[in-house]
């Protein structure tokens, strides 16, 4: 091969490979869950959903020195900020917008149990029931945080269960199946904790 064509061979090589790796990367795409899909919807809403429950986690925190309430928060903040990072990454992974332009809760609206529609999200806390939080303390704090905390988790639930129903996605259904499991324990054990305080059950 003449010193000539040398470069040009490899340049040809070059924009070979960066063509086939084009086409490879459109193939995966192609096989990943579209925007309007209940798996980008429910990582889009789900991710907002935690978000609240890590907010309300922090403020208990400061708000008591009950050790099991603190141990408590501080496991909702370490697992669902995990979630959170998962479910990111996803939406990273698949090329997608992390909000809905359309608004959220779309991709649950019209499944069983949900009769909110769309842009309605089960189990959030109110502004004004934050603002009551943040300024109870001690007992008070503590059975707020966990009366909205089961309300939020029960709406956690029925949006994994949603997606569970809705999507076939390997790495979807094995985090929903872990939320469902894991909060319906929590929810378990928040009772418990309302018992112990001498409040109903929520």
Do not use: C
Request: neutral net charge; aromatic residues 4%.
């Amino acid at each position: 091969m003449t010193r000539g064509r040398r470069p040009t061979v490899v340049l040809a090589a070059l924009i070979l490979l960066a063509g086939l790796t084009l086409i490879a990367v459109n193939m995966l795409r192609s096989g990943a869950p579209g925007t309007n899909g209940p798996e980008a919807g429910f990582a889009r809403d789900m991710s907002t959903h935690h978000a609240q429950a890590v907010r309300m986690s922090f403020i208990v925190r400061d708000r008591t020195d009950d050790r099991d309430v603190r141990l408590l928060a501080y496991d909702i903040i370490n697992t669902q900020q995990a979630q959170i990072g998962m479910m990111t990454a996803w939406l990273d992974e698949w090329g997608l917008p992390k909000t809905d332009p359309a608004g959220p809760m779309r991709w649950m609206a019209g499944h069983a149990g949900h009769g909110g529609g769309a842009g309605a999200m089960p189990g959030m806390a109110t502004r004004d029931q934050l603002a009551d939080l943040e300024k109870a303390s001690g007992e008070d704090a503590e059975v707020r945080f966990l009366r909205l905390m089961i309300a939020h988790h029960r709406g956690g639930v029925d949006m994994a269960e949603a997606v569970l129903t809705l999507s076939g996605h390997d790495r979807v259904q094995r985090l929903a199946r872990t939320m469902v499991d894991g909060q319906r324990a929590e929810i378990g054990q928040m009772n418990a904790m309302l018992r112990e305080r001498g409040a109903p059950e929520a």
